[in-house]
């Protein structure tokens, strides 16, 4: 198993920047060893490291099944991105979830203080905090939602959503990625659970007050800016460029997953070249898609159409010296991807749905500011609020975005240069750093936001 620093350096550009915010202020990280055993008791390995301690828990192997590929990826996941097709939901895997919330609950208070700030992250922990509570922690706990927050009329379809939101209510401060969510979630509260909701974000259920405000996660901008200028007459970029003898390159990047609209984007690829065939032989989509949650079938179909529709748009188009789609499904180093990006005249993020969308701002970070690439978003992306120089595309209607690659084909360096400016000023403002100490210190102040907001 590798060291919790290797693995938290592996994780990319989230870990690593928890990991330095709890470098300089000294904290405990505390999560999933990655390790199954039957019965695993509430006793995590502990690890040491300068200020911060490493604690890994590990699960019953039945548990991590519900928990994981059952209730978290099976049922909240499809959910949150709208996709109720593809939602499954057994009681038995929500009992696991609770299980393995409780579980990490029992294992984690031990190692806290009292006056310890607790920071939850994702949709696999959401009961973390009342199963805390359960036990007699009082102190600040935030939570931060890192995919949407569906409309009440698609989260009622959840059969344990009172259950949910009853515990989510234990948080002092829930952190979530765009504005829409913000509304979508008190929406529900002040209509379904009947809370109420004063400025700021306030909510009052029952006895409890906690607040919900939006927190749009970053990157760190200087190590992309930083990687991609590197990459200038290095080695790999030379193998790159020779290999695209002067053609064109436009770039996806995305973990294999429903969500991320890879079906459309192939086939609006198929319908540029179709329609516009000027760009026949001039441009090459490249896809890099590592594999994701292999556990989960939705992901195993998604894998095989993926491959059908990449190898039909090859076997059309084409040319003996040429092929249209590279499709890598395994994932490539920081350095490369920056490298990619930066080569890249089109960075194509075309999410069905999105809670930020990382990728779209690293994009953006890589690029040459004098000859920069067109950024091409999909409205359903979280990150389309901010990246306002993007071409904005609904990934819904196939023709629609073809048009919209062409636009990005030909346009002029001026635009460019200009929408560039737009997003990147954005990205260089809002940064990973940015974000986690704008969420800790909002956390670590929250009492005030409850005595500035009397109940209405
Ligand atoms: C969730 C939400 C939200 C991808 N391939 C490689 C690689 N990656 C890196 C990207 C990017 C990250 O993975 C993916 O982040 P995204 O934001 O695009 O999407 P999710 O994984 O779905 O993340 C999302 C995010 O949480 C943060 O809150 O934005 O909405 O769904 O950083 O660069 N990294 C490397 N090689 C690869 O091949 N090194």
Not at 145 to 163: N, R
Not at 306 to 326: C, K, Q
Not at 365 to 377: K, R, Y
Request: proline letters at 6%.
């Amino acid at each position: 198993m590798a060291s919790p620093k290797e693995r938290a350096a592996k994780a990319g550009g989230l870990a690593v920047a928890l990991r330095e915010a709890l470098g300089k202020r000294g904290g405990l990280w505390f999560g999933w060893s990655g390790e199954t055993r039957p019965n695993a008791p509430a006793e995590p390995k502990v690890v040491r490291s300068g200020k911060v301690m490493y604690a890994l828990q590990d699960l019953d192997p039945d548990d991590q099944r519900a928990h994981y590929a059952g209730y978290a990826n099976g049922t909240l996941w499809p959910l949150c991105h709208y996709r109720l097709g593809a939602l499954s939901f057994r009681r038995t895997d929500w009992e696991g979830y609770r299980r393995v919330n409780a579980h990490f609950a029992r294992a984690l208070l031990p190692l806290l203080k009292p006056d310890d700030i607790v920071w939850v992250h994702d949709y696999h922990f959401i009961l973390l905090a009342a199963e805390l509570r359960r036990l007699g922690f009082t102190g600040r706990i935030g939570y931060f939602h890192h995919i949407p927050w569906p409309t009440p009329e698609v989260f009622l379809s959840l059969p344990s959503h009172a259950a949910l939101v009853r515990d989510l209510a234990q948080y002092d401060l829930v952190g979530l990625q765009t504005e829409n969510d913000v509304r979508a979630l008190l929406t529900y509260l002040s209509t379904e659970a009947r809370a109420w909701i004063a400025p700021g974000g306030v909510v009052g259920l029952n006895e409890r007050r906690f607040r919900v405000a939006s927190y749009p996660i970053g990157i760190d901008a200087d190590a992309f800016v930083k990687d991609a200028a590197a990459s200038v007459g290095s080695e790999e970029e030379e193998r790159l460029q020779s290999s695209l003898a002067g053609r064109v390159l436009a770039v996806g990047v995305d973990r294999l997953d429903y969500s991320k609209g890879l079906p459309n984007k192939f086939a609006a690829f198929g319908e540029l070249l179709n329609h516009y065939p000027q760009h026949r032989s001039r441009v090459t989509m490249m896809q890099i898609a590592p594999l994701s949650r292999g556990e989960v079938a939705e992901y195993r179909a998604l894998r095989r159409e993926l491959e059908e529709l990449g190898g039909a748009i090859n076997g059309e188009y084409a040319e003996f010296d040429w092929v249209p789609l590279r499709y890598l499904n395994r994932p490539f180093p920081r350095a490369t991807l920056a490298a990619i990006y930066r080569a890249s005249k089109l960075g194509l993020v075309t999410p069905l749905r999105d809670g930020m969308n990382l990728v779209a701002k690293e994009y953006v970070a890589a690029q040459d500011p004098d000859d920069p690439g067109v950024l091409i978003l999909s409205r359903f992306a979280g990150a389309a609020d901010e990246m306002t120089g993007a071409l904005l595309v609904n990934p819904y209607d196939v023709e629609g975005m073809a048009e919209t690659f062409d636009a990005g084909l030909t346009m002029s360096q001026d635009e460019r240069r200009e929408r560039w400016r737009a997003n990147m000023d954005k990205v260089e403002t809002n940064t990973i750093h940015h974000w986690c100490e704008r969420f800790i210190a909002d956390l670590s102040q929250i009492a005030d936001h409850f005595t500035e907001a009397p109940e209405p």
